[in-house]
């Protein structure tokens, strides 16, 4: 074949050159890149033939996008996303219902007490938490004023005659200052705390004139103050806590308060809290009028002093005092330092370097203004009532009254005649009870403790067998020997007596047991409905009449043991009860039945695996506890 006529078959065959060389080119290149930047040619020159629609279209496209985002945001948070708890679809709210004045409230918010009662004694819920829609802080303390244990202590001694001490009344929490230098100086930069005093030592058993054996410290024990890292002190709210240091000496003086500047820590003045003289009569009526209070104020501090008419706190010998400080704006510029001289029983209780009597260091504080937005009365603490002393605890106003305790005499008692074991059935000795008063130190206090308080009373009533009218509690049950008792960690009154009487008597402390007669042991019909858990205060007979006395003669026999030089009388069947949660019973639940919560909603819902487990459908015959007899079953 001819060269040009291989050239035009070659060709025909091939087709279109052009279009083949369109072909590769578009293989070998980014024809989308090409292509967007061609559009982008001609979107600029559009938008500059036409600025004003351009600019509109922008808008409306930008708009569109930000309100479909801001869209799904809240429908992601709120009903597409989990809340940020564990089991969030169980989350429920609790609010308060109430009445005033015949006008009814519905979901009102709890207050700080109730928030703290719902979370601590809560039994249906898992958790328990707290929401408001402003600013708030809420801080449950597990803490007892009186306490010795959530005090801020400087001393050796367990002894309070012995410390010095400070007790924040209103659940403050103080940041802890080291005896010497430490956080004080980075806490307080500049604090004139550099001169060495010495506390009383009580575990030194020598003469303590000098300072010699001592306890050396420079700060004081204690910083209040959110600036220092504590619980926060503010303006114009009123903070109190309790300070002893023995007697105080020099009643004009002892107790003042030295104020500094906050910028460098120089000394700016001294607020001198005078003790009130009770031995001279314009003092003592000047005190009795006030209210046993006394105001003192200066540097943007106002601090009002209550002496209590005795001393508190286990205080045996010395005086203590409540200071309650408010601060004005002022105060702002300065911290304070509390501090107080006094004397132990037996020598002064802080020194300085040249034996001199001197001031113990308590407490520093500083003040801070009110946050704006946080709530001023979920902040400040709550009380059930005005707080009474420990003593008055769980006490009727009947029982504070009317109702006094006379012991009977048993100075006429031999203590060496009671000591003996083995001489009777219920104090047989086993080694078991040995080494327990041996494992307790052979302490008396510890023994007796430990059966108040570890052996459960049992077998407490019995039916009046001598067929009299008196209403009469009488003992009941089979008494076993204090072993049985010991091992069982129960017993009724007879037996708990046995027990403490052995236990005393291993421990070398002479005890016996005290029976009463001619109904010479009575005790108020709601005391003893709390002992045995039986309402026993306005029981009725079949007939619906009550008649119950409000004192009950009580024939419960009680122990008596020499303890020192005197007799001592212990009341082992005396209990206060204690509620403790058990098992959970959702704990064990499969994971779509695990709340009453779920277990209704798959109930409403005819689930089967509910209704598989019983014939009936009625809820009662159908707890959620039935779920777990598969499981259970081998």
């Not at 309100?67 to 564990?86: E, G, H, M, Q």
């Not at 100075?411 to 009870?433: F, K, M, W």
């Not at 001619?518 to 045995?532: A, E, F, H, T, V």
Request: glycine fraction near 8%.
């Amino acid at each position: 074949m001819e060269p040009a006529a291989a050239r035009a078959a070659a060709q025909k065959k091939l087709g279109n050159a052009t279009l083949i060389r369109e072909e590769v080119y578009r293989m070998n290149t980014l024809t989308f890149i090409e292509g967007a930047l061609r559009d982008a040619r001609h979107a600029l020159r559009m938008i500059r033939t036409k600025p004003g629609f351009s600019v509109v279209a922008l808008l409306s496209i930008a708009l569109g996008i930000g309100a479909n985002t801001a869209l799904f945001s809240v429908l992601d948070a709120v009903l597409i996303r989990p809340l940020p708890y564990p089991g969030s679809d169980a989350l429920v709210g609790v609010f308060n219902t109430f009445v005033i004045q015949g006008q009814h409230f519905d979901n009102a918010q709890l207050s700080p007490g109730m928030y703290g009662a719902c979370k601590e004694g809560s039994r249906t819920f898992e958790r328990f938490g707290v929401w408001t829609p402003g600013a708030a802080t809420v801080t449950i303390f597990d803490h007892n004023a009186y306490d010795s244990t959530k005090r801020y202590v400087r001393g050796t001694s367990t002894a309070p005659d012995f410390q010095s001490f400070i007790v924040p009344i209103g659940r403050e929490t103080g940041v802890a200052l080291d005896d010497s230098g430490g956080n004080a100086a980075t806490l307080f930069p500049g604090n004139t705390w550099t001169n060495t005093l010495y506390h009383f030592n009580a575990t030194n058993l020598l003469s303590q004139t000098n300072v010699t054996g001592r306890i050396p410290f420079q700060n004081p024990i204690v910083a209040f103050g959110d600036t220092v890292g504590g619980s926060p002190l503010y303006l114009n709210q009123s903070y109190a806590f309790g300070v002893a240091v023995g007697n105080p000496l020099v009643l004009s003086n002892a107790l003042r308060i030295l104020v500094y500047y906050r910028s460098n820590s120089a000394f700016a003045g001294t607020i001198t809290l005078a003790l009130p003289d009770t031995t001279i009569t314009n003092q003592l009526l000047n005190l009795v009028t006030n209210g046993f209070t006394q105001t003192f104020t200066g540097f943007g501090l106002q601090t009002t002093m209550v002496v209590p008419s005795s001393p508190t706190w286990g205080i045996q010998h010395g005086q203590n005092y409540i200071l309650t400080h408010t601060a004005s704006a002022l105060a702002t510029n300065y911290y304070y330092e509390v501090e107080e001289k006094g004397f132990a029983p037996y020598n002064y209780l802080v020194l300085n370097q040249t034996n001199g009597v001197t001031r113990s260091r308590l407490y520093a504080m500083e003040f801070s203004p009110f946050p704006a937005g946080l709530s001023t009365f979920i902040n400040q603490p709550h009380f059930d009532g005005i707080p009474m002393p420990s003593i008055y605890l769980g006490k009727s106003l009947q029982e504070l009254q009317s109702v006094h305790v006379a012991l009977p005499d048993l100075s006429s008692l031999t203590p060496s005649n009671y000591l003996i074991l083995d001489a009777s059935p219920e104090l047989r000795r086993h080694p078991i009870l040995d080494q327990f008063v041996k494992n307790m130190g052979n302490d008396p206090l510890a023994l007796a403790n430990y059966v108040v308080n570890e052996v459960g009373l049992v077998d407490g009533v019995d039916y009046n067998t001598n067929v009299s009218y008196q209403t009469t509690v009488n003992l009941g049950g089979v008494n076993r020997s204090a072993l049985d008792t010991f091992q069982e960690g129960q017993g009724s009154p007879m037996e708990q007596c046995a027990l403490l009487v052995y236990l005393l008597r291993q421990a070398g402390v002479p005890a016996t047991y005290v029976f009463p007669t001619n109904s010479g042991l009575q005790m108020l019909s709601s005391q003893m409905s709390k002992l045995l858990r039986v309402q026993l205060t306005g029981a009725v007979n079949n007939l619906g009449q009550t008649n119950v006395s409000t004192l009950l003669n009580v024939n419960y026999p009680w122990v008596a043991a020499y303890v020192g030089t005197n007799w001592v009388q212990i009341f082992p069947w005396m209990k206060d009860t204690e509620i403790t949660e058990g098992f959970n019973l959702y704990d064990y639940m499969p994971t779509n039945y695990n709340s009453g919560f779920k277990w209704m909603t798959r109930f409403i819902a005819n689930d089967t695996n509910i209704f598989s487990l019983s014939s009936s459908d009625q809820p009662l015959v159908l707890p959620p506890w039935l779920m777990l007899l598969p499981l259970m079953m081998p």
